[in-house]
C-alpha cells in the first residue's frame, strides 16, 4: 500500500490544483462563500499531501535506506526535471506559511490584506500543486525503468 504513496501524492496535488482554480473562479465571480470553501478544501488536500509525503519519505527510508528516488532520464530532460524539483521544492517551502497566512486574513475579511497576499499565494501554490504532478510523472512514468 505505501508504495502507491507516490500516484497518491500525485492525485492529491491534483486535486488541490483544481480546488485552487474554482476558489479563484469564484472570488471572481463574486461567490465569497463558494470561493472560501474551495480554499479550505485545498489548503485541507495540500495538508493531507503533507502528511503522506511525509510518510513516502519514511517508508522510502525504511525500504531503500533513502529518502530519494533516483530520476532515471538522461540528457537534456535530467536538466529539465532538476530545474522543476529545485523550483517545486524551493517554493513548496513556502506554502504552508503563505496559505495560513492567507486563509486567516480572509476568514477575518481583512480583505485588502488578503487580497495583497494572496496575489503571492496562488501563483506559487498553484506552481507547486502542478509541478508536483509533472516531478510525480517524469519520476514515476514516463522516466521509470521498468
Known amino acids: 500500500m505505501l508504495e502507491n504513496l507516490p500516484a497518491v501524492n500525485a492525485g492529491l496535488n491534483a486535486i488541490s490544483t483544481v480546488l485552487l482554480l474554482a476558489g479563484f473562479r469564484f472570488i471572481r465571480a463574486k461567490k465569497i462563500q463558494a470561493h472560501r470553501r474551495m480554499m479550505i478544501s485545498a489548503f485541507s488536500v495540500s495538508m493531507i499531501f503533507l502528511a503522506c509525503y511525509l510518510l513516502h519519505k519514511w517508508h522510502l527510508v525504511q525500504t ?65 500543486s502542478v509541478t508536483g504532478v509533472v516531478v510525480y510523472f517524469m519520476l514515476y512514468q514516463w522516466f521509470a525503468v521498468a
Open 64 to 128: 531503500t535506506g533513502s529518502f530519494n528516488t533516483t530520476f532515471q532520464g538522461t540528457g537534456i530532460w535530467r536538466g529539465v526535471y532538476f530545474f522543476i524539483l529545485i523550483t517545486h521544492v524551493l517554493l513548496a517551502i513556502t506554502v504552508p506559511v503563505l496559505a495560513t497566512i492567507t486563509i486567516s486574513r480572509g476568514l477575518k475579511m481583512n480583505v485588502e490584506k488578503h487580497r495583497r497576499i494572496a496575489r503571492i499565494t496562488l501563483p506559487i501554490w498553484l506552481y507547486v
